[in-house]
């Protein structure tokens, strides 16, 4: 057990819908995270929140949208994502941002997302 | 542009040792870090290195030589439950991780 949960797990949608991933961390970090996992690929790191903030904003597609109403809370919103989208959907957390060895991060399960 | 290169697959026996090497072009250095990942599960954290030299941690290992751009973990007394994808990530001026593709290590009985 990490401290990062996420849910749901899985989730199969269409192009047309709209859902939400969930992130909660319970280890008192101030800075989360959301990251794209594709297979053989390197992790593609998507948003950065520090203390409530957004400090990162790597050029992601603005169907995807996160919000972070509290440093505990990570939500991912989706909406007319396209096939080429579905990946594993990681969530992390860490201490700080830029924090040396303090900015650790600990990952959650992640969400295997399916796009029909 | 920023680079991490890593062997996208290697194979050892049980009880042996491995070693997997780790090569980065980066803008700027604030640390590189190593993290474990088995199939279907999260990447956990192994080791954190900032400064050149050997961290040991049990039966595994990392070392640095910022001079070079180069790190390797290092794998002793090879289990079954080793088997796995080792990442290797570099955080640079931004304080962004910078990750490889992983290798995907397969520990032979």
């Known amino acids: 057990e990490t401290g990062v949960t996420q849910t749901p797990r899985h989730l199969v949608m269409g192009m047309t819908n709209k859902k939400s991933l969930k992130c909660e961390q319970h280890l008192g970090h101030n800075a989360m995270y959301w990251y794209k996992q594709s297979a053989k690929k390197p992790l593609e790191l998507m948003f950065v929140y520090n203390f409530k903030e957004q400090t990162e904003n790597n050029s992601v597609p603005s169907r995807f949208s996160p919000e972070c109403p509290n440093s505990s809370h990570l939500f991912l919103h989706l909406h007319t994502l396209q096939p080429e989208d579905s990946a594993l959907y990681l969530c992390?957390?860490?201490?700080?941002?830029?924090?040396?060895?303090?900015?650790?991060?600990?990952f959650g399960p992640g969400t295997r997302l399916t796009v029909l | 542009g920023q680079n991490i290169d890593q062997p996208t697959e290697m194979t050892a026996t049980e009880g042996a040792i491995v070693q997997i090497n780790c090569t980065y072009q980066?803008?700027?250095?604030?640390?590189l870090f190593w993290y474990q990942q088995h199939a279907g599960e999260a990447p956990t954290f192994l080791s954190y290195?900032?400064l050149d030299g050997l961290e040991e941690k049990g039966r595994f290992s990392s070392f640095l030589s910022r001079s070079k751009g180069y790190s390797y973990l290092l794998l002793k007394e090879l289990q079954m439950k080793d088997s796995a994808s080792y990442l290797c990530?570099?955080?640079?001026?931004?304080?962004?991780?910078?990750w490889g593709a992983g290798t995907k290590l397969i520990i032979k009985p």
């Open positions: 980066t803008s700027g250095f604030n640390g």
């Open positions: 992390a957390s860490s201490q700080v941002v830029g924090g040396g060895g303090t900015d650790t991060q600990y």
């Open positions: 990530a570099v955080e640079d001026s931004n304080y962004q991780l910078i």
């Open positions: 290195n900032v």
